[in-house]
C-alpha cells in the first residue's frame, strides 16, 4: 500500500500513518520473551507499505530500538522513516549526545529521520536540552527534531532556543481524549508550519469498542470499522499524522483501511463536536504547564 505523506516547509515530510514500538520487547523493563513476534510484526507492517517506525530510548531499557534495528536489516535505509526519542532523565548537554549515539547503535544506522525529546525537564535548562539539538541536526546525525508532551509554552520557548525548526510535537490526541486541542496546542503548531503526530490513535482498543449513534451511523455510511474512523479522523486534520502498534496482520490490515479515502467534511466536524464522554485531560501523560 502507498501510505500518503504530508508536508511543511523546511524539506520535512512524513507519512501519515505509522507503526509505534511502545510495549515491544516489554514496557519500561526489557523483556526478551517476544522478540521475534516484535521483530515479525514490525517487517509485516514494514512490507505492507509502513515505512515511518516509531520508537525510544527509554521504551524496554532501549530494547525495542535494538527489535527495529535487526528488523529492518535487509532494507533498504533510504526508503524507511525512523524516529526515536530521547528520555526526560538525559537532557543535560552531553546527556543527549551520548543518548543519541547509543539509540544509533541499537537501531545499527547512521541517522534518524527525526529525534525528539521525550518530554519536558524541569531541572534542566532547555536552552542547554536544544543546543544539543540544535548540534545533532546540524551533524547530520539527525535530519530533523521535534518535542513530544511540551506545553504549549514549553513548545515555544524550545523553538526560541534554537535556530533549527522543530518541525514536529507527538501528544495524546484521540477521538476521547482532546488534550492538545484544550490547550491550543494542536491549533498553534497547524498555524507554525509543524506536523503534529498523535499517539494511541484508538486509546487502546477502546474506540473500536465504543457505541454510540454517531459512530454507528458513520460506520455504516462508509462501510469502515470504528477503529477505520477514529484513525481516518485524525489524518483527515490539517497537519495531523499518526502511530499505533500492530501485532498481528489482522489488525494491521484494519487499521490500513483507515487510508486513502475521505469522509466529508460535516462528519469530520460532528465527530470533532459530537463524539461521545471526550476528556480535556490526558489519561496517561497529562500536559503540565
Not at 524516529?83 to 549515539?101: C, M, R
Not at 547509543?102 to 525529546?117: A, F, G, P, T, W
Not at 454507528?216 to 486534520?237: E, F, M, R, V
Not at 498481528?248 to 483501511?257: F, S, T, W
Request: charged fraction near 25%; glycine fraction near 6%; hydrophobic fraction near 35%.
Amino acid at each position: 500500500m502507498n501510505i500518503p505523506q504530508k508536508t511543511i516547509s523546511h524539506n520535512f515530510s512524513m507519512p501519515i500513518f505509522g507503526l509505534g514500538t511502545w510495549r515491544m520487547g516489554g514496557d519500561y523493563v526489557k523483556n526478551t520473551y517476544h522478540d521475534q513476534e516484535d521483530i515479525t510484526a514490525i517487517r509485516l507492517a514494514i512490507e505492507s507499505g509502513i515505512t515511518h517506525i516509531d520508537t525510544a530510548e527509554k521504551y524496554a531499557e532501549g530494547h525495542a530500538e535494538e527489535l527495529v534495528g535487526k528488523a529492518i536489516k535487509g532494507y533498504d535505509r533510504s526508503s524507511l522513516f525512523l524516529v526515536t526519542k530521547v528520555s526526560e532523565k538525559h537532557l543535560q548537554y552531553n546527556d543527549v549526545h551520548n543518548a543519541l549515539k547509543k539509540s544509533l547503535e541499537r537501531l545499527q544506522v547512521n541517522c534518524v529521520d527525526l529525534y525528539m525529546i521525550h518530554g519536558p525537564s524541569f531541572t534542566v535548562p532547555i536552552e542547554e536540552t536544544m543546543k544539543a539539538m540544535e548540534e545533532i541536526q546540524l551533524q547530520g546525525f539527525a535530519k530533523h527534531i521535534g518535542i513530544s508532551n511540551f506545553s504549549l509554552e514549553r513548545l515555544k520557548k524550545a523553538q526560541q532556543a534554537t535556530s533549527v525548526k522543530i518541525v514536529a510535537g507527538q501528544y495524546h490526541l484521540n477521538l476521547k481524549y482532546r488534550e492538545p486541542e484544550h490547550k491550543q496546542i494542536l491549533s498553534y503548531m497547524q498555524d507554525n508550519d509543524m506536523i503534529f503526530i498523535a499517539w494511541r490513535p484508538l486509546q487502546k482498543g477502546l474506540l473500536s469498542e465504543t457505541a454510540s449513534s454517531l459512530m454507528d451511523h458513520l460506520c455504516q455510511k462508509y462501510g469502515k470499522t470504528p477503529s477505520q474512523i477514529a484513525i481516518n479522523w485524525l489524518i483527515s486534520q490539517s497537519n495531523v499524522v499518526t502511530v499505533s502498534k500492530m501485532k498481528n496482520k489482522k489488525h494491521l490490515e484494519e487499521n490500513l483501511g483507515a487510508l486513502n479515502w475521505n469522509m466529508e467534511k460535516e462528519d469530520i466536524k460532528k465527530l470533532s463536536t459530537d463524539f461521545p464522554d471526550q476528556q480535556n485531560i490526558s489519561d496517561s501523560v497529562p500536559i503540565i504547564d
